[in-house]
C-alpha cells in the first residue's frame, strides 16, 4: 500500500468518524433539550412535517374549528373564549381570536405589543394551518384557522391555538441537518486541503528523492534537488541533496587524481628521459672511446655525475611531496622568531646571490620579533624554493629580489612576501602554479630545468603550518609569492 493511498484512507476514516460523532452529539443534544427519545425519523417525522398539538388542544381547536365554521358570531363572546382559554391554560397553551387586524381575544400571558405583528396573515384556503412563530425572543408552534365572522360583508377572523416551545429545540430541529451538512462538508475539505498540503510536503519531495536516487544509481549526479521547505522533510532532502553533491565532488577529485597520476607519470617520464638521455650518450661516448684523453673522460664522467645528481634530486622532491600528500611527514614545531629566521635564510643563500649577480632587498621589517610556532627546517625549505625559482627565471639585469615582511594583528598572523622582477606569469596560468609538476608553457619551461614540485612542496607544507599562500604576477613585471603564518598566540 503506497503512502499516497494510506494518507487518503486515514484522512477519509477521519472524516467518517468525524461526522458520525458529531451526529451521534447533535442527537443526544436534542434529546436533552426536548426530552423526545424517540428516533431521529421519528423525530423529524412530527415535529417537521406538522408540529402537531397534544390530543387536548388539538380537541379544543377543533371545538373553535367548528364553530367558525357554523357559529362564527359566538367567537366574539369573551365568555366562552376565556373558557376555552381555561381548559387550554390547564395543558400549557394559549388562545388568540383575530378580528382584522385587532385581537378579540388574547391569552393573558400572551399580550405582548408585537404578537398582532408576528400573526401570519390571512389565508383563507387554510391550506397551512399549522406552523411556528417567533415573538421577540419567545418563540410559539400554532394551529390557527381563518374563516370570515359576516361572509356577506367579507369581515375577516381567524382563531389560534398556540403553545410556546422550546427556542433551543426548534433551533436544533430546523439547523441540526444544515449543521450536520456543513460539518461534513467541512470536514471533508479540510482533510483534502491536509491531503494535498501532505501529499505536497511529504509525497512529492519523497517521490522526488526516489528519481534522485534512481539517477544516482545510474551514474547522473548532476541534478539539482533544492528543498521545498525548511522541515524534516525538507532537512532530508537537503542532506540528500549535500550527500549527492559530495558524491560528485568525490568522482570528480578521484577523476581528477586520476588524470593527476596520469599527468605526473608523463611529466616524471618527460622530466627523467632528458638526464638519462645524456647519461647514456655520455656512457656510449665512453665506451666507444670518444672520450680518449684523461680531460674528456673527466668531462664525461663530470656530465654523467651532474645529470645523475638532479634525477636524484629530482626523486627525492617526488619522495618528500608523496610523503607530504599522505601526510606522513611529521612536522616538528617549535617556537621561532619570523624575522630572525628569515634573515638566518637568506644568510644561508648569500653566496647564491653573489654568483648569480642578484641584489636582496627588504623592505617593511618589523624591528621588534614576531613569534610563530613552525617546523624552521620545512620553513627554510619553502623559503630556498622561493628563492630558487625567482633566480632561475630572472634574466635581466638588474636581478632583484625583494622580501616583505608585514605583521596583521587583526588577524594574529604575518605575511611574507618574497618578489622577483623576472619574466612574470600568464594570469591564465597564474591559479595552476601550485600544482604538481606545472610550469607555465613560456617562461618556465622544461628547458629552465627543476622537478615541477618546488610551489607544490611549498604549498604543502605552508597548509601543515595553518596559512595560506598565492602567487601574484605580471607579465614582464615580476612574480610575488606570499604567504601567512599564524602568530605564536593565535595557536595556542
Do not use: C
Amino acid at each position: 500500500m503506497s503512502i499516497r493511498f494510506r494518507l487518503l484512507f486515514s484522512f477519509t476514516s477521519v472524516v467518517i468518524v468525524s461526522v458520525t460523532l458529531f451526529m451521534l452529539a447533535a442527537y443526544l443534544l436534542s434529546v436533552a433539550a426536548t426530552g423526545d427519545y424517540r428516533s431521529v425519523r421519528s423525530f423529524y417525522t412530527i415535529h417537521y412535517s406538522l408540529n402537531p398539538l397534544s390530543e387536548e388542544e388539538e380537541s379544543i381547536f377543533l371545538d373553535l374549528k367548528y364553530l367558525a365554521k357554523h357559529d362564527p358570531a359566538k367567537l366574539t363572546d369573551l365568555t366562552l373564549l376565556q373558557n376555552y382559554d381555561t381548559q387550554l391554560k390547564m395543558v400549557k397553551a394559549g388562545l388568540l381570536v383575530r378580528k382584522e387586524a385587532r385581537p378579540v381575544y388574547t391569552t393573558p400571558n400572551l399580550l405582548e405589543d408585537n404578537l398582532a405583528e408576528a400573526l401570519p396573515d390571512y389565508e383563507m384556503g387554510n391550506y397551512s394551518i399549522r406552523n411556528t412563530m417567533n415573538v421577540g425572543s419567545r418563540f410559539f408552534s400554532y394551529a390557527k384557522f381563518d374563516f370570515y365572522f359576516d361572509a356577506a360583508k367579507k369581515e375577516k377572523g381567524s382563531i389560534f391555538v398556540l403553545r410556546e416551545r422550546s427556542p433551543f429545540a426548534e433551533l436544533v430541529r430546523k439547523m441540526l441537518p444544515v449543521l450536520v451538512g456543513m460539518f461534513a462538508f467541512i470536514v471533508l475539505l479540510t482533510g483534502l486541503i491536509l491531503y494535498r498540503y501532505v501529499t505536497r510536503k511529504i509525497v512529492i519531495p519523497l517521490e522526488g528523492l526516489r528519481k534522485s536516487a534512481e539517477r544516482i544509481k545510474e551514474g547522473d549526479l548532476t541534478n539539482d534537488l533544492p528543498p521545498a521547505s525548511k522541515d524534516e522533510i525538507g532537512q532530508l532532502v537537503m542532506s540528500f541533496d549535500e550527500m549527492r553533491h559530495r558524491l560528485q565532488e568525490s568522482i570528480q577529485l578521484q577523476l581528477l587524481y586520476e588524470e593527476n597520476r596520469k599527468q605526473m607519470l608523463s611529466n616524471i617520464s618527460h622530466d627523467l628521459r632528458t638526464p638519462i638521455t645524456t647519461i647514456k650518450g655520455y656512457a656510449e661516448g665512453i665506451r666507444d672511446g670518444v672520450a680518449q684523453t684523461p680531460e674528456k673522460l673527466k668531462q664525461y664522467a663530470s656530465a654523467i655525475h651532474t645529470r645523475a645528481g638532479d634525477m636524484e634530486r629530482m626523486v627525492e622532491e617526488l619522495f618528500y611531496y608523496s610523503k607530504l600528500d599522505l601526510k606522513k611527514e611529521p612536522f616538528a614545531f617549535e617556537e621561532a622568531d619570523a624575522v630572525s629566521l628569515l634573515r638566518e635564510i637568506m644568510l644561508e643563500h648569500e653566496i647564491d646571490f653573489e654568483r648569480e649577480e642578484v641584489q636582496l632587498e627588504w623592505r617593511n621589517l618589523p624591528s621588534r620579533p614576531i613569534p610563530i610556532l613552525a617546523d624552521r627546517e620545512k620553513l627554510k625549505r619553502v623559503v630556498r624554493n622561493l628563492l630558487a625559482n625567482s633566480i632561475k627565471f630572472m634574466s635581466r639585469d638588474p636581478k632583484i629580489i625583494t622580501v616583505d615582511i608585514r605583521l596583521d594583528e587583526a588577524e594574529e598572523a604575518v605575511t611574507i612576501t618574497i618578489a622577483d622582477n623576472g619574466p612574470g606569469i600568464n594570469q591564465e596560468a597564474l591559479p595552476y602554479v601550485f600544482d604538481r609538476f606545472y610550469r607555465a608553457d613560456d617562461s618556465r619551461s622544461p628547458a629552465a630545468g627543476g622537478s615541477g614540485l618546488g610551489l607544490a612542496v611549498a604549498k604543502q607544507i605552508i597548509d601543515g603550518h595553518g596559512g595560506e599562500i598565492a602567487a601574484d604576477s605580471e607579465l614582464f613585471k615580476g612574480t610575488e609569492i606570499y604567504f601567512t603564518l599564524p602568530l605564536l598566540t593565535k595557536r595556542r
